[in-house]
C-alpha cells in the first residue's frame, strides 16, 4: 500500500467516525464516555494523517 493509498483510508476512516460521534450526538441514549471514546480514535486518525503528510 502506497503511503497515498494509506493517508486516504485513514481520511475515510475520520470521515465515518465522524458520521458517528454526529449520530451519537444527536441520539440521547449516547453515553458521554461513547462519544469521547469515538472524538479520541478521530483526534489519532486526524494526527496520523497530518504526520504522514508532512513527512
Given at each position: 500500500m502506497t503511503v497515498?493509498?494509506?493517508?486516504?483510508?485513514?481520511?475515510?476512516?475520520?470521515?465515518?467516525?465522524?458520521?458517528?460521534?454526529?449520530?451519537?450526538?444527536?441520539?440521547?441514549?449516547?453515553?458521554?464516555?461513547?462519544?469521547a471514546e469515538l472524538k479520541k480514535q478521530k483526534l489519532k486518525l486526524k494526527e496520523e494523517i497530518q504526520r504522514l503528510t508532512h513527512e
Open positions: 497515498d493509498a494509506h493517508i486516504e483510508e485513514l481520511r475515510k476512516k475520520h470521515e465515518a467516525l465522524s458520521a458517528e460521534v454526529e449520530d451519537a450526538q444527536r441520539h440521547p441514549g449516547s453515553s458521554d464516555l461513547e462519544i
